[in-house]
């Protein structure tokens, strides 16, 4: 489950017109953070008298991304991506026909420049990722959630083109994401299905809604919201006759695996669930232990700190209007955040972006969901087989307090047929690894342990009836 932090680097970022400067087509530039260089390209279109962009990120493998808002004023481009949480504002400069800007997420600001012109883009594909031909039947799909207004699109796997098999469905984690999960470099939905297709298990696996080629807004979407998608995903199964109607599963990862519950129990279609890296407890506790775990700066007094933080959740999930909770955040990041970004020598332009961005993504009606709710309350009333997988070195979602409130869950509601297992040395997208930590996904060539992905499969195929 990825933090404000980490998903800055697969926003979106966008491009109007200049002038009279003719902007369709690809722009493309370079970001420094740190030491690291980011590429980014994006694909410009025209509709009428407005501009709408596609973008993609090379360095991270991020495609499709689409904005929520651009506007260009008097040679001034801004980006609103108040949707993610970011903002870019540009000025075209016409003498060197470039935009030049800044983009902003969290406290993080990057010089960002773009030129006309796409950039070669080295293949960075993954050991374990699969190279077509692929050896099943692979189609591309759409359906649509009705009561969203909204379609979604996916892949469909099939371990060949007729007959009639279990087929499951992919459900990704927080932050907008592709099919195949795209992250750090990373596929693990495009190797897990691939995995999981030639072991004799269909999979449907779709772009969250707003990202690819899906449409609708996913910055004004729910945990709930996104649930109501997946059981979009399952009515379109039904219509399959190559789909087993008896053997529709749910494989859900990070916040995947809170949506499959709250799916499962809306449906009478689900046969069995696998839940990765899932919690088991409140998300304003799990919110309350990133905080501490995920954090990228010391504290004196972590005691003091954590009545801090859950202060600010009781005002984000109180019944307060919109304004009034921004309001009192605003007062009291100021009086718990700032003190400390100062005392770390954070400039204070920097300190004031950041607040700003921790209120506007804290008021989402994403946040105040998934703060108030519990997945163990939906994981109590599952009666159908459950598979529970975590990693042993995960410190996104610590593996034996969330199969605790897992197991107890399950327990409690009486369900009979369960399994979990936590996986030594495995991280939150169940690579091996050293540490862990989040800035180690990318230096790993693993993509999905082979151990996990067996475990997986071999389960699946024992509860197919």
């Given at each position: 489950m990825k933090t404000i932090i980490s998903i800055i680097l697969i926003l979106i970022l966008s491009i109007v017109s200049a002038f009279s400067q003719e902007i369709s087509g690809d722009w493309s530039g370079k970001a420094k953070r740190g030491d690291k260089?980011?590429?980014?390209?994006?694909?410009?279109?025209?509709?009428?008298?407005?501009?709408?962009?596609?973008?993609?990120?090379?360095?991270?493998?991020?495609?499709?991304?689409?904005?929520?808002?651009?506007?260009?004023?008097?040679?001034?481009?801004?980006?609103?991506?108040?949707?993610?949480?970011?903002?870019?504002?540009?000025?075209?400069?016409?003498?060197?026909?470039?935009?030049?800007?800044?983009?902003?997420?969290?406290?993080?600001?990057?010089?960002?420049?773009?030129?006309?012109?796409?950039?070669?883009?080295?293949?960075?594909?993954?050991?374990?990722?699969?190279?077509?031909?692929?050896?099943?039947?692979?189609?591309?799909v759409m359906f649509e959630n009705k009561e969203a207004n909204i379609t979604l699109a996916g892949t469909l796997t099939l371990p060949n083109k007729e007959g009639t098999f279990p087929v499951v469905i992919l459900i990704s984690g927080s932050g907008p994401q592709d099919r195949d999960e795209t992250f750090m470099g990373h596929k693990p939905f495009l190797v897990l299905a691939d995995h999981l297709t030639k072991q004799g298990i269909g999979v449907l696996r779709f772009d969250d809604r707003g990202q690819g080629e899906s449409t609708g807004d996913f910055g004004s979407a729910t945990t709930e919201d996104f649930s109501k998608d997946v059981l979009s995903a399952i009515a379109y199964l039904k219509t399959r006759k190559e789909v087993d109607k008896k053997n529709i599963g749910l494989i859900g990862h990070s916040e995947g695996g809170i949506i499959a519950p709250l799916a499962a129990n809306n449906s009478k279609d689900v046969a069995f669930m696998v839940l990765l890296a899932s919690t088991g407890i409140s998300g304003t506790e799990l919110s309350v232990m990133q905080s501490k775990t995920l954090r990228e700066f010391p504290v004196k007094d972590e005691e003091a700190y954590?009545?801090?933080?859950?202060?600010?959740?009781?005002?984000?999930?109180?019944?307060?209007?919109?304004?009034?909770?921004?309001?009192?955040?605003?007062?009291?990041?100021?009086?718990?955040?700032?003190?400390?970004?100062?005392?770390?020598?954070?400039?204070?332009?920097?300190?004031?972006?950041?607040?700003?961005?921790?209120?506007?993504?804290?008021?989402?009606?994403?946040?105040?969901?998934?703060?108030?709710?519990?997945?163990?309350?939906?994981?109590?009333?599952?009666?159908?087989?459950?598979?529970?997988?975590?990693?042993?070195?995960?410190?996104?979602?610590?593996?034996?307090?969330?199969?605790?409130?897992i197991r107890e869950a399950l327990i409690k509601g009486g369900n009979k047929d369960y399994k979990i297992l936590e996986l030594e040395n495995l991280n939150h997208f169940f690579q091996e690894c050293e540490t862990g930590k989040m800035d180690e996904y990318r230096k790993i060539e693993q993509t999905f342990s082979p151990i996990a992905l067996k475990e997986v499969s071999s389960w699946v195929l024992e509860h197919i009836n």
């Open positions: 260089e980011i590429t980014f390209v994006f694909n410009i279109k025209q509709e009428g008298t407005n501009y709408y962009s596609i973008m993609n990120v090379p360095t991270f493998r991020i495609s499709g991304i689409k904005p929520a808002a651009t506007t260009f004023t008097n040679g001034k481009l801004i980006i609103d991506g108040s949707n993610l949480g970011m903002s870019y504002v540009a000025n075209f400069n016409t003498e060197l026909q470039q935009f030049e800007g800044t983009y902003k997420e969290g406290g993080i600001e990057m010089t960002l420049n773009l030129k006309k012109g796409a950039v070669e883009i080295v293949d960075q594909r993954r050991p374990q990722e699969p190279v077509k031909p692929y050896p099943y039947y692979e189609e591309e954590e009545k801090n933080t859950r202060k600010a959740i009781a005002i984000v999930t109180s019944n307060k209007s919109e304004s009034e909770i921004k309001t009192e955040l605003t007062a009291h990041y100021n009086d718990f955040l700032r003190p400390i970004l100062s005392g770390l020598n954070v400039p204070e332009k920097n300190i004031n972006t950041f607040i700003t961005s921790q209120v506007n993504t804290s008021i989402k009606p994403w946040s105040r969901y998934f703060l108030q709710y519990n997945p163990a309350d939906d994981i109590e009333k599952l009666q159908i087989p459950v598979l529970s997988l975590n990693g042993s070195k995960d410190t996104q979602v610590n593996a034996k307090i969330n199969q605790n409130g």
